[in-house]
């Protein structure tokens, strides 16, 4: 997937920052542009790239309370790789996901955002520098794939994906498509590359069903 420079996991921080995203995952080797305007995530950039520029997107799960919902268990890694400032005080940045990591444990409140203890060792393939290798059949999963996005009015660009590595294809998708956080989440804690791709295709043939409901397709709302 991706080296960056980062061959075990003891290579990567044990404390970590995190930013609470539903229905926005980051897989690693993949990038996600991402705006910040909050005061507290603001902070937490500051500090990321004053240092090693590592933060953890995660989902929120049930529990705790509006202002500090509960953390799902799984999230990822990844490294500030692109940053900009605009003229109204907002952050332009991308991530790059490193590898995933299942929380630890919450620090207590140090700072105006969130961090936990990450253990990455579950996860340790994601640190495999080889560029992985993805053969499916595509036709049966491109027709799944285009009555999902007719559905919701979405449109893609099809000679980008007819070109695009398997691999990359699944994670792209996996992360753009505007699925609702326990199926985002079920995507992200998939084990291997295939597993993922099996669950990517049940997703889309529940969708395809007779019947099925389209639910609340909306975007994530950027912090």
């Known amino acids: 997937m991706v080296a960056n ?10 404390v970590i920052p995190v930013l609470p995203l539903d229905r926005a995952i980051l897989l690693p080797g993949g ?28 989902q929120t799960a049930r529990g705790g309370d509006r202002a500090q919902p509960a953390l799902a268990r799984v999230g990822c890694a990844g490294r500030i790789t692109a940053y900009a400032e605009t003229g109204d005080g907002k952050y332009l940045i991308t991530l790059t996901g490193v590898c995933r990591f299942r929380s630890g444990g919450e620090l207590g409140a140090l700072t105006p955002y969130r961090q936990v203890r990450a253990d990455y060792a579950p996860f340790e393939a994601d640190l495999e520098g080889a560029e992985a290798v993805l053969e499916f059949e595509r036709a049966p999963f491109l027709a799944l794939l285009r009555r999902y996005l007719d559905r919701r009015g979405l449109g893609i660009e099809w000679e980008t994906v007819n070109a695009a590595p398997g691999a990359a294809l699944v ?19 998939a084990r291997a590359l295939e597993e993922r791709r099996a669950v990517l295709d049940t997703l889309l043939e529940i969708d395809a069903a007779p019947g099925a409901d389209e639910g609340d397709d909306e975007p994530p709302v950027l912090q």
């Not at 420079?5 to 044990?14: A, F, I, Q, S, V």
């Not at 996600?32 to 950039?45: G, K």
């Not at 998708?173 to 985002?184: I, R, S």
């Open 5 to 14: 420079g980062y061959r075990k996991t003891t290579d990567l921080p044990r």
């Open 171 to 189: 994670d792209s998708l996996c992360m753009a498509l505007p699925f609702a956080p326990a199926e985002k989440q079920a995507l992200l804690e």
């Open 31 to 58: 990038a996600l542009p991402l705006q910040i305007f909050e005061p507290r995530y603001l902070n937490m950039i500051d500090d990321a790239m004053a240092g090693n520029r590592f933060i953890g997107m995660v």
